[in-house]
């Protein structure tokens, strides 16, 4: 009769192995709770909502990134009174971004095409940009918008021990820090050199945070041009954060699977299957890390 031992009574190794494999059956879960965040009334709404914000030229989102790398959601303000029942709060100030300026001409009137009779045809020229301004949604008060992903809640046993751990692995320090933006809840920053997580979060919440931003500072600790989009990026993080926290035992009852399916838009079969091979590398080394350091 075959028996199954007991964590305590395993070698290193045998411990190691089965954190692992439990890393990666919790990966395997993403794609079926993805799925059935696609399948909700939820992802509906907030598709509708996204479609709202306007879709930014590759110029236009580099100069928000210089402004507030850490902005998420930008809007004008008008677009925030009338499409999301928000406004902007005194003393924002706004994020520049360019403005295409363009006049209506009659088709052939500038160039010298010859012009059919009768009917006339206009057109839209391009005839240079000015500078506008959008707002981040963390500059914005009033209704809430429909979200995805939800925060963990749970207390961490021994949070105290991994949170110390989780610092003690990480190529960059980790601060617990006030005066993040309202929604942004860590962030880890190549440039400034350090990974912040906000103070006063729930203990799971705190550690998932830790997780998530120590997964960037591992996949994402390079140029721009080497790393994948921003969205990419996020969900190889959350999905590192989910098995890792799962592989720990850490309960992961709370974790969204939205976040990642919010993040994964557009995102085509192939994409997944190897952003899903690079999370499956990055959880192993974190996991592994991890465990050395707190072995007894």
Known sequence: MKTTKSYKDMTREERRAAAQAKAQAALDRIGDGVRSVWDSEEWERWLRTLAKFHDYSLNNTMLIAMQIPEAT?????????????????????????????????????????????????????LVGFKVGHVFDVSQT????????????????????????????????????????????????SRRLGYIAVRKGMSEGQTVKTALHELAHSVMHDADAEELPDRAMREVQAESVAYAVSDALG???????????ASWAVGKSEEEMRQCMRAVRDAAKQILDRLQLVMEP
Do not use: C
């Open 141 to 188: 008060e009033g209704e809430p918008l429909p979200e995805i992903a939800s925060q963990v809640s749970a207390d961490v046993s021994d949070f105290g021990s991994l949170m110390d751990a989780i610092k003690a692995v990480s190529a960059y320090p980790i601060e617990v820090v006030e005066g993040l933006p309202p929604e942004t809840n860590g962030l880890f």
């Open 73 to 125: 959601r930008v809007a004008s303000y008008r677009s925030w009174q009338r499409d999301f029942g928000r406004h902007v709060r005194r003393g924002e100030r706004g994020i520049e971004v360019l403005v295409p300026m363009v006049v209506k001409s009659k088709l052939g009137e500038d160039d010298g095409t010859p012009q059919g009779d009768g009917e006339t045809t206009e057109r839209r020229k």
């Open 250 to 260: 850490l309960d992961t009852s709370g974790y969204s699977f939205g976040y990642v």
